[in-house]
Structures are given as structure tokens and as C-alpha cells.
């Protein structure tokens, strides 16, 4: 009879920890969001008439798609910061990394076509007096090329770093503020001529990418139709992360490292692989953003664009995947919004808010939403759970966590 | 002559070097224990801005031994542990875990994968993580980042986890976040993760502060059945929980040995006396 009891718990707690596992109805609710919007967004926009009031127009999907960047670049900063404890201040560089190698093979397909028509060199080398073309653009006029190189070197560039900053333990306000300097140290060497990216102008007047015109719509839908694929897929493959045992240890290091330690795991190479998944995410998040908004300059490197990309983080909530891209959504359409209706607030906005999410919501929206909600589920889990112990034993608990 | 003993020692017939021997893969490859004791402190001293924390400590522990420390605040009990498991490098002395592991060249996680686990002062648990979550970190299993991606427990390892979680009372919150338990239960939590660790070597420092009494006595049960297949070293301020576990003691008084001894005998001692029992 007791053995039948406890056997009869097991499988209720084994039957609750897969729920726990599998329970995850924010994300849930956020991917069947994004793909109705993956169907929505080509038939409003390509199929109904543009007299009709479903009609969207294109100037629309546009903006959405880049709001998906950012969700994907939010996502990539989560999964460092919320869950690994490493809070990256130079997250941008990597997005604009990917950025650039993306802006590279479309700068390469403009072919004669530019402003001086040179076949081989883009307009910017031409009005620079260069001959050739320098080394590091070789290869990227092929497409696969440059992919590659959308996450290998964000993914070089963090490993590197991490592998100089973990290794010698750099943690906390240390670790933020160099990778501040990180994103700087870029912002300035991408401003300059010599170093063959366009300098201050950066690369653009792109003309087509894979043989399909950029100004096209059908063009621009597949753009966002590919964004939301890359955001639901890289979603997809962070919670995966976070759910296995890596997660649950990187979990472990961000709230008491030295512990992880002497249980017999190496940190630095968990958190080295986690920041340079990141760094990659972040990379496909640049590549995706460029030929949707038509331009990458060194104003990407921005370490202000960092900062504003953890403001977005810590209101939708960190540590929860969506939370991230809930935050990215909602700050960036409130962006779109004061900078069109009242422009000169939007900076006190932005600046309010982050004051607002620090002292008065710790976790964020998500952290608002789970405590509205809470508190009727909590009661309700208190009162099976006293019903599920037998009495003796809920008795014990409560003695124990008297004392 | 230098040179000619040195190769006269390399060619010593009675010596056996590491690379030849046959690795037993049950036991840690490179314990070996045959002389006895299973952890060597020689003449090892460590000092923080010229303060001594430990000064020429000299200690040895058996193999399947449980010994107590203790000592007066400031003799360098927790420098000891840290010296141990890694977190301190000794500025002088050596460190041996069995016959060849020396400890003060490996790092934190090389030493805990030797087999010596260890419980902290201030008890942390990850609280973030359920109680078998907890545990299931703590297991011995593959601990590299990539095999970590894809584990998953088998049957056998969770009715382990679930056969700890008995043992140390928390079965009845098996699913519940670390951050709720009480200052008790965490020392037991961690108790907890140290079986999981499996270690040949156990160090507890201080493992019933914040106990009742009741709780005290399983403790004291619980680290005497250990002793035997494990080493067990505990650093502990309560004499009579001290007195109810110890078969050995040794005294710690500004970072070296004062006295060793049963208990009987360590608190007869004069000098222990003067510097700590008298208080």
C-alpha cells in the first residue's frame, strides 16, 4: 500500500516535470503568432488590392521584418544574459558583423552597375582611386560564401574573445564594459576609409540579391518570410539548449559560478560556447536585417545601439527566451511610434523606461504577466499539493520549513 | 655528481612510472593509495598580505578516514579546504591526492573529477534549479560541454537521484526551486549533491550550522556510515557534534597542527586548552 503511494507520487512528479519541461506556453503562443504572421503579412500584401482595407502596405512589412531582427538579436542577447549571467554590452558589434559580410555580397552583385560602372570594384573603391580589389573581399560574390562568413566571423570574434576574457575569469561590470570597448574599437576602425568597407558612408545602393530585384515586393515578402523562418527556428534551437542539461548548468554558473566549479565542470568553456552561439544568432540577425532596410553603416557599432538592445531584454523579461522578443516587439513599435508622433520625447522615453524596469519591474513584462496570473494558479497548486501528501508527511514539510 | 645521481634515481629498478601503469578504468585512473593515506599536506603555507594563513602545515589523512578540524577562528581551517580543492594556490609546501596527484597543479574542476568533493561553509545550492536538478549537476557523469547537450538520465540514475533525495529528507520536494528551502535543508541539499559527486574524499566545513538538534544527529549518522568507503573531513565549530562523530581530531591554532589525537586526549592537552577549550 505505501509502496503502491510512493510509486503513485513518482509518476505524479515524473508527470510533472515533463510538463515543466514541455510547458512552455509564452514561446507556445509566440511561435503560432510569428507564423500567422509568416501567412498573413504575403496575402494582405500581395494578393488583396490596394484600394482594400486589409490591403498592407509594403513600407509595413518592411518595418516588421526589421522589428524580427531585433526580436532575433534579443533572443541571442537572452540566451547569454538572462541565462548564462554574461551581460554582453557590445551584442551589436556581432549583428553588425553579419551585417556587413551580408552587405559585402550585395555590394559584389551590384556588378557594372554602379554609379562609376566598374565591373570589378564597387563605387566607393573606384571613388578611393583602389585598383584592386583588397583580399578579404575575395569570395564574396558567392553567396554560400558569404553565408558562411555571416556566422563564422561574429562566431571567430566572440570565441576569441571569450576565450582571452573567461579564461582569466573577467566577470560582471568588468566583462560588460569590455565588450563596450569591443564595439567601440570597431565603431571606430569600420569608420575609417583605409580599412575597405566604405568608412563613414558604409555599403549601400544594393541592387538585387540572388538575381531578385530588392525594391520588388515579392522580393521584400520573402525577406520577412525568411526572417520569421530564422527567428522560429533559432527559437527552436535555444530552448533546446536551455533545456538540456547545458542549460541547466549554464543556469547554474550565471548564480553561483565557483560552485559549478568545484563540481568538476570547465565554466569557461560553457560560457565560451554559449556566447559564441550567441554572437552567431546575432550575425544572422544582421545579415537578415541589411537588404531589408537597404544600408550597413559604422553607426551599427554604436555602443549605444548595445545598450538600447539590453533596455529591450530586461523589459520583455529576461531568462525566458520570448520575454526577450516580446520586449524587442514592444519597444521598438513604441520607437517607431514617439519618433514619428512627438520625436524629441522618445529619448527621455527610452531612458524612463529602463529607469521604470529596473526598480519597479525586475522581471520584466513577462514577470507582470506571470504574477497577475499566478496568483489564483498558485493557490489552487498549494491546495492539490497538501491533498497529495499524506498527512504525516506534509506535516514534516511544514515543521521543516518552519525551521 | 648531480647529474650522475639523477640518472642513477631515473633508472632506479624498483621505480615504476606513471605511463606504464595499466589503467583501471573503475577506480580513478591516477589514485593510488597503497601506502595509506589518501591526501598529503607537507610543510604548506599560504599568506594574504603577509598575514600567515597557513604556516608549515603538515597533515595526513587516511584512506577511508573520517577526521574532525578544528580550530579557533583565523587558524586557517577554510584556507586549508581552498588550498584542497584548488581555489588557493599554496605559496610553498606540496599537496598530494593519493600517491601521484598533485593537487596544486590542477585546476578546480581537475580536482573535483579526481574525486574530492567539497561542502561549503555558507551552504549554495543552485536556486534557481529544482532539488533534483541539483542533484542531477552534481552527478558523476560526463561534464564536457558538448556531451552535456544531449544527456539524458536513464531509469537507474534518476531512482538514484530519487534514493539521495530520501536519504537527505527532500524527496517530498523533489520538483521545488533551491531558493525555497530553508537554511536546513540547503545543508542537506548539499550534503546531498556531495553523495551524488560520489568523491573518494569529502571535505565538510561546517555541515549542522543553522541544524536542530535532531537534524544534528542524522547528520552525525549519516557522515560515520560514509567514513570507510570514503574519506571524510570535517571542519566543524560545535564540540558536541564534534564529540559525537570523531574517532580523530586534530587542532588547527594559527595555520599549523597544534595537536592530533582522539578527543579524549586532544582536550586533556594544555595547550589546546589555553588557546581554545579554555575560552
Known amino acids: 500500500m505505501a509502496n503502491n503511494k510512493v510509486t503513485d507520487q513518482k509518476k505524479a512528479y515524473q508527470s510533472k516535470v515533463m510538463m515543466l519541461l514541455k510547458s512552455d506556453k509564452g514561446g507556445s503562443i509566440l511561435i503560432a503568432f510569428l507564423l500567422a504572421l509568416a501567412v498573413v503579412v504575403p496575402v494582405c500584401n500581395l494578393m488583396v488590392p490596394e484600394s482594400s482595407a486589409l490591403y498592407m502596405p509594403t513600407y509595413i512589412v518592411v518595418l516588421l521584418g526589421k522589428y524580427l531582427c531585433f526580436a532575433l538579436l534579443a533572443l541571442a542577447l537572452d540566451l547569454v544574459w538572462g541565462y548564462c549571467g554574461i551581460l554582453s554590452l557590445g551584442h551589436a558589434a556581432f549583428f553588425a558583423l553579419g551585417g556587413y559580410a551580408m552587405g559585402m555580397y550585395l555590394m559584389r552583385q551590384v556588378g557594372d552597375r554602379g554609379v562609376y ?7 566607393f573603391m573606384v571613388f578611393l582611386d ?6 578579404y573581399w575575395f569570395g564574396f560574390d558567392q553567396f554560400w560564401f558569404a553565408m558562411l562568413m555571416v556566422v563564422v566571423v561574429p562566431g571567430l570574434l566572440a570565441y576569441v574573445f571569450g576565450w582571452l576574457a573567461f579564461r582569466s575569469r573577467v566577470t560582471g561590470v568588468y566583462l560588460s564594459i569590455m565588450t ?8 571606430l576602425a569600420f569608420f575609417r576609409n583605409e580599412m575597405g568597407f566604405g568608412g563613414n558612408n558604409g555599403l549601400t545602393d544594393f541592387k538585387d540579391i540572388l538575381g531578385f530585384n530588392l525594391q520588388e515586393d515579392l522580393t521584400r515578402v520573402m525577406l520577412f518570410l525568411a526572417t520569421v523562418v530564422c527567428l522560429v527556428l533559432s527559437y527552436l534551437a535555444c530552448r533546446y539548449i536551455v533545456r538540456s542539461k547545458m542549460g541547466r548548468v549554464v543556469v547554474a554558473v550565471r548564480d553561483a559560478e565557483s560552485r559549478v566549479r568545484f563540481l568538476g565542470y570547465r565554466v569557461e568553456h560553457y560560457k565560451l560556447w554559449i556566447f559564441t552561439f550567441s554572437a552567431m544568432l546575432a550575425g544572422i540577425a544582421g545579415a537578415l536585417y541589411v537588404p531589408q532596410v537597404g544600408i550597413i553603416n559604422p553607426g551599427e557599432f554604436s555602443p549605444l545601439n548595445s545598450i538600447e538592445l539590453v533596455v529591450w531584454v530586461a523589459l520583455g523579461g529576461r531568462g525566458t527566451l520570448y520575454g526577450a522578443i516580446i520586449g524587442a516587439l514592444v519597444v521598438n513599435y513604441a520607437k517607431t511610434y514617439f519618433t514619428g508622433a512627438f520625436p524629441e520625447v522618445w529619448l527621455f522615453a527610452l531612458g524612463g523606461l529602463f529607469v521604470v524596469v529596473t526598480l519597479l519591474l525586475p522581471k520584466g513584462i513577462i514577470g507582470l504577466i506571470e504574477k497577475q496570473s499566478g496568483r ?21 514539510a511544514l515543521q521543516r520549513n518552519q525551521t | 655528481m648531480k647529474t650522475l645521481q639523477r640518472i642513477q634515481e631515473v633508472m632506479r629498478r624498483d621505480r615504476v612510472f606513471d605511463f606504464v601503469v595499466a589503467k583501471d578504468p573503475l577506480a580513478s585512473p591516477l589514485l593510488d593509495t597503497s601506502h595509506g593515506p589518501i591526501l598529503y599536506l607537507e610543510d604548506v603555507s599560504v599568506s ?9 602545515l603538515t597533515l ?3 584512506d577511508g578516514e573520517l577526521r574532525c578540524i578544528i580550530g579557533p577562528n583565523g587558524a586557517g581551517k577554510t584556507t586549508m579546504m581552498d588550498v584542497i580543492t584548488g581555489k588557493t594556490r599554496p605559496d610553498e609546501g606540496s599537496v598530494y591526492f593519493g600517491q601521484r596527484l598533485n593537487l596544486t597543479r590542477m585546476s578546480e574542476p581537475e580536482i573535483a573529477q579526481a574525486g574530492i568533493g567539497r561542502k561549503f561553509q555558507k551552504p549554495t545550492v543552485f536556486e534557481a534549479l529544482s532539488c533534483f536538478e541539483n542533484l542531477e549537476l552534481a552527478m558523476d557523469l560526463d561534464k564536457r560541454v558538448w556531451p552535456s547537450l544531449t544527456q539524458r538520465l536513464n531509469g537507474e540514475q534518476s531512482d538514484r537521484i530519487d534514493e539521495v533525495l530520501q536519504k537527505i529528507g527532500l524527496l517530498s520536494l523533489r520538483g521545488d526551486p533551491g531558493e525555497r528551502l530553508s537554511h536546513g535543508q540547503k545543508q542537506w541539499l ?10 573518494r574524499l569529502l571535505l565538510v566545513d561546517e555541515p549542522v550550522a543553522g541544524m536542530t538538534h535532531q537534524e544534528m544527529d542524522q547528520t552525525a549518522e549519516l557522515l560515520t556510515s560514509l567514513a570507510g568507503q570514503h574519506s571524510v573531513v570535517v571542519v566543524e565549530h560545535d564540540m558536541e ?5 570523531a574517532r580523530k581530531v586534530t587542532v588547527l591554532h594559527e595555520g599549523s597542527v597544534l595537536a592530533e589525537g582522539d578527543m579524549d586526549t586532544v582536550a586533556n592537552d594544555q595547550k589546546v586548552i589555553e588557546v581554545y577549550l579554555g575560552e
Open chain 1, 117 to 123: 560602372g566598374n565591373p570589378e570594384l564597387p563605387d
Open chain 1, 130 to 135: 583602389w585598383q584592386a580589389l583588397p583580399w
Open chain 1, 180 to 187: 563596450q570597448a569591443l564595439t567601440y574599437a570597431l565603431l
Open chain 1, 376 to 396: 489564483f494558479s498558485k493557490k489552487r497548486k498549494i491546495k492539490s499539493k497538501d491533498e497529495a501528501l499524506p498527512a504525516s508527511e506534509s506535516k514534516q
Open chain 2, 48 to 56: 594574504f598580505d603577509g598575514f600567515k594563513a597557513l604556516n608549515k
Open chain 2, 60 to 62: 595526513y589523512i587516511d
Open chain 2, 190 to 199: 548539499e550534503i546531498g549533491m556531495l553523495l551524488m559527486q560520489n568523491p
Open chain 2, 241 to 245: 557534534f564534534v564529540r559525537s562523530i
